[in-house]
């Protein structure tokens, strides 16, 4: 599905990138699930396969995991029924995915029993919504992208985790909106991590992402940032593979520093734009450039000695 261009792609998250968010946001046995823009269930999945591989697992840990874990929701019909199918495949004899317009929901109405533990989710960007599903959102929008982030932010419990793919423009896009939105992050959650994704991560959705991991409850200190560097051209041929993201996995347990990941602190962000745009500062060495004048000086130097061959090459003629 992820070669399927336009129609299987919009579903398809490379599932290295999907199993290394899972490891980053660890969901336990117990916790509940949630991806309100589930596609083909690759996140519940994987989150799965993750909790299932727990050694010591009780049988009724595994009951937990059967019937009070999961929760998805997806509007297209044929990803619904892929996303119920692939959950089967995975041992889910029953789904918990609805097939819905998660958007259509009122913010407001989201009560205490209505939250989940954990968010895994690459919501839709690119998309419209029309005027009465923007009613239902505090920071109004059409970008869906920016409207799923609202869900989430809103369903997830005091503390729960969240790993969410969205548009690197996201950061730095200076719209009300956008500037809201990364305020609202900010002050309810702490965005402890941001992995920004090469070019080609997402075959044929032909945009740079990053993905967003917080936690809800305390303000945002401090952001460690991670710029994924596989040291290739992304393609269908050279697709994103886990040792790509081992180091990332690794380095993020103690946020680590490196010449691919730095910190901020959030307090030096400017607070009439908020922006967050991904600039490392390990970026390698400066390059030093030579002034014009040196230059020229060169080029001149290089014509009077090819002048002075020429002329002796004549000479012997």
């Not at 869906?144 to 790993?163: D, E, M, N, S, V």
Request: charged share 20%.
């Amino acid at each position: 599905m992820g070669n399927a261009g336009r129609n299987g792609g919009e579903y398809y998250t490379p599932r290295p990138l999907i199993r290394a968010m899972v490891q980053v946001v660890a969901p336990e046995v117990g916790e509940r699930v949630y991806d309100g823009a589930c596609g083909s269930a690759g996140f519940l999945c994987e989150a799965l396969d993750f909790m299932q591989s727990r050694p010591g697992l009780t049988t009724a840990q595994l009951k937990t995991l059967q019937e009070r874990t999961f929760y998805g929701k997806e509007k297209k019909s044929l990803a619904y029924v892929i996303a119920i199918m692939n959950m089967i495949l995975h041992g889910i004899d029953a789904p918990n995915i609805i097939h819905t317009n998660t958007l259509t929901e009122n913010l407001a109405d989201i009560q205490e029993k209505d939250r989940y533990d954990v968010v895994l989710a690459n919501p839709p960007f690119g998309g419209k919504e029309r005027k009465e599903v923007q009613q239902n959102f505090p920071i109004r929008t059409g970008e869906t992208a920016f409207l799923f982030l609202q869900h989430f932010i809103k369903i997830l419990r005091a503390g729960g985790r969240a790993g969410v793919v969205i548009k690197n423009t996201f950061l730095s896009n200076s719209d009300n909106a956008s500037v809201s939105l990364r305020k609202l992050l900010l002050e309810s959650s702490n965005l402890h991590t941001v992995l920004d994704c090469p070019s080609g991560t997402f075959q044929g959705a032909g945009v740079k992402t990053v993905v967003l991991f917080f936690e809800k409850g305390a303000p945002t200190r401090t952001v460690w940032y991670y710029q994924l560097d596989p040291g290739r051209t992304m393609g269908k041929t050279t697709p994103l593979n886990d040792a790509d993201l081992a180091e990332f996995v690794a380095l993020q347990k103690d946020f680590a520093d490196s010449p691919k990941s730095w910190s901020l602190d959030v307090a030096t962000v400017d607070t009439a734009t908020y922006d967050l745009s991904v600039k490392n500062p390990n970026g390698g060495e400066t390059v030093a450039h030579r002034s014009p004048r040196d230059i020229l000086d060169e080029i001149a130097a290089l014509d009077a000695e090819s002048a002075a061959v020429l002329a002796e090459i004549r000479g012997l003629l």
